[in-house]
Each structure stands twice: as structure tokens, then as C-alpha cells.
């Protein structure tokens, strides 16, 4: 039986093409990730900037968009609390499959330890916590900031017929800027999280078995996954790039 099994591999030099794009990936996003909160730090006017997770910054957007009267919420307590939160949540998640039986552990596939894709309970719970939620989230509030700022644009056209083509143009663009940040959520979070519920959809429901390069493409595609998330923090960011162009510009 194992002989079959290992017979059934993929060669190793799959193995090792497969790990150096993810160790490659891995190594991008930290760059950016560490750039960014070495810039946030020490740059005095990046610290009302927000560097942590895509769902706390939709909110914080949600707060000073919609919420801005409410001065409470528009303050660093608010935020620390949030990020606060968002670290317990964060620490307390994975802590679940630890006791969920054969739920952990080495996948010979992929050749890594990970939460099993056959271990259905756990697999779907780690896919509605760490991906589902987060996205949905993230979704719902730039949609209702998207809905607020058209319901704006309408009230003002409305109210002045010969309003300024530039606010017109501006408000379009703050439009397009909001539906930008959702498709890179849906994006960035799809990445890993389409293939690894195709794979535990496909172990739980068909008797074939599952293509051995897809536990890989299942690993690689969400390392890349989380790498994009720090580059799209790292891009969205317009102080921090011009901070970092200013530093390059200066090096040269």
C-alpha cells in the first residue's frame, strides 16, 4: 500500500519547484510587509495610517466615512482596541482543530504539516474563520461606503444642477477607488481559498482520488495568496510609496 502510494508521488524535482516559488513568495511579501511598517514607524506623518488587517481597515474606513460625527470612534483607542481584538481572534482560531481528531498533521502529498483537506469539520471551519468571515466582512462595509458615497453624489447633483464638473469627477474616482479595494479583497482572499475548498469538497463528496499536484497548488497558491495581501497593503498605501520612491530617489 505504500509502496503504491509513493510510486504515485510526483518526482522530487516537483517538490522543489513547488517550494522555491512558495519560499520566493513568502520572501516578497515579507519585504514589502517589513517595508511598510518600518516606513509607518518611522515617518511621523504615516502614523494615522492602518497596517494591519484588511477587515479592521475596512472598519476604520467604515468609521471616518459614514460614522465621522461619532468622534469616539474616530480615535486611537478605538483603533488599538480593534487591533486588540483582532490579535485574540487571530491567536484563539487555530487553537480549535488542535481538538478535533486527525485534523493535524503530516499531509504526505504536499509533504508539509497543515490541517488536513480530508478532515472535513476542520477544513470548512478554517475556511468560513480565517477566509469566509474576513472577506464578507471586508465586502459588506466597502459596498455600504460605496452606497453612501453614490447616495452623496446623487443628494449634491440634486441639490445644485450647476455643481462643479471637478466634484462630479472627483467623487466618480472615489468610486472606483472603493471597487478597486473589494476586488483585490475577493482577489487576494481567493487565491488559496478556491483550491482548498475544491479539494475538500472533492475528498469529501468523490471517490477519485484527488490529483496529487493540487495539495501543492492548494499550499503555493495561498502562500502567494497572503504575499499579494502585503503588496496590496504595501500599493494602496500613496504615502508610503512616495516615501519609498523618495529613499530610492536618494540612494541613486
Known amino acids: 500500500m505504500s509502496r503504491n502510494l509513493e510510486s504515485n508521488m510526483p518526482s522530487d524535482l516537483f517538490y522543489i519547484i513547488n517550494f522555491s516559488c512558495a519560499i520566493i513568495a513568502s520572501i516578497i511579501g515579507l519585504t514589502f ?5 518600518i ?63 486527525g485534523s493535524l498533521g503530516l499531509e504526505k502529498e504536499s509533504r508539509t504539516c ?39 453624489t446623487y443628494r449634491i447633483l440634486r441639490s445644485d444642477q450647476n455643481i462643479n464638473k471637478y466634484l462630479t469627477i ?19 482572499a481567493s487565491c488559496g481559498g478556491i483550491i482548498f475548498l475544491i479539494n475538500v469538497f472533492w475528498q469529501a463528496l468523490s471517490e477519485i482520488p484527488l490529483p496529487k499536484p493540487m495539495y501543492l497548488l492548494e499550499i503555493n497558491l495561498t502562500t502567494m495568496g497572503v504575499s499579494l495581501i502585503t503588496i496590496a497593503h504595501f500599493m494602496l498605501n500613496t504615502q508610503v510609496k512616495k516615501i519609498v520612491c523618495r529613499y530610492s530617489c536618494n540612494c541613486c
Open 114 to 152: 497543515i490541517v488536513k483537506t480530508n478532515a472535513f469539520l476542520a477544513a470548512i471551519y478554517c475556511m468560513i474563520m480565517i477566509i469566509g468571515i474576513p472577506l464578507c466582512v471586508s465586502i459588506m462595509v466597502y459596498c455600504s461606503i460605496l452606497y453612501h458615497v453614490r447616495q452623496s
Open 170 to 188: 472627483q467623487n466618480a474616482k472615489r468610486e472606483l477607488k472603493l471597487v478597486r479595494h473589494i476586488l483585490i479583497q475577493i482577489v487576494c
Open 39 to 101: 516606513i509607518i514607524i518611522t515617518n511621523q506623518q504615516c502614523h494615522t495610517a492602518v497596517c494591519y488587517s484588511f477587515s479592521i481597515q475596512s472598519l476604520s474606513r467604515l468609521f471616518f466615512v459614514i460614522h465621522y460625527k461619532r468622534r469616539y470612534l474616530l480615535t486611537w483607542r478605538t483603533h488599538v482596541i480593534m487591533i486588540i481584538f483582532n490579535w485574540l481572534i487571530s491567536s484563539s482560531i487555530p487553537m480549535v482543530p488542535l481538538f478535533i481528531d
Open 33 to 37: 510587509s517589513f517595508t511598510l511598517i
